[in-house]
């Protein structure tokens, strides 16, 4: 069973809305940060959102603040990431992450890695 596991990618047009999922583990869930990264064809992998474990700080980058949303639903161990007013420059595979991390913007704080939802923006 994966440890985190994401959902909710798909085709949308310029200015739509996607809601991905993160599932994953209880103690996951309510021990460590969690945060999104995506991936462009042909770029490497960089950062999106984070939320603290307790859900008292967020982060965003540059690029999607005032768009995109974090979130966390305990009930349901699972991360959520609304995304408005979508660009082209959205598109990629987007990856939930977690770990004991402390700057939260960095993939290389994060341990684990769920397999990635694709996301594609047309123009």
């Known amino acids: 069973q994966a440890q985190l596991v994401e959902s909710g990618g798909g085709l949308v047009q310029t200015g739509g809305s996607l809601r991905l999922s993160c599932v994953t583990s209880?103690?996951?869930?309510?021990?460590?940060?969690m945060g999104w990264f995506r991936q462009a064809p042909g770029k490497r992998r960089e950062f999106v959102a984070a939320?603290?474990?307790?859900?008292?700080?967020?982060f965003y980058a540059d690029s999607v603040k005032g768009r995109f949303i974090i979130s966390k639903a305990s009930a349901e161990n699972t991360v959520y990431l609304q995304m408005n007013s979508l660009k082209p420059e959205d598109t990629g595979v987007y990856y939930c992450?977690?770990?004991?991390?402390?700057?939260?913007?960095?993939?290389?704080?994060?341990?684990?890695w769920g397999q990635g939802t694709q996301v594609t923006v047309s123009s």
């Open positions: 992450a977690a770990g004991p991390v402390t700057a939260y913007i960095y993939s290389h704080e994060y341990e684990r």
């Open positions: 939320v603290s474990w307790s859900g008292d700080r967020t």
């Open positions: 209880a103690y996951i869930f309510n021990t460590f940060g």
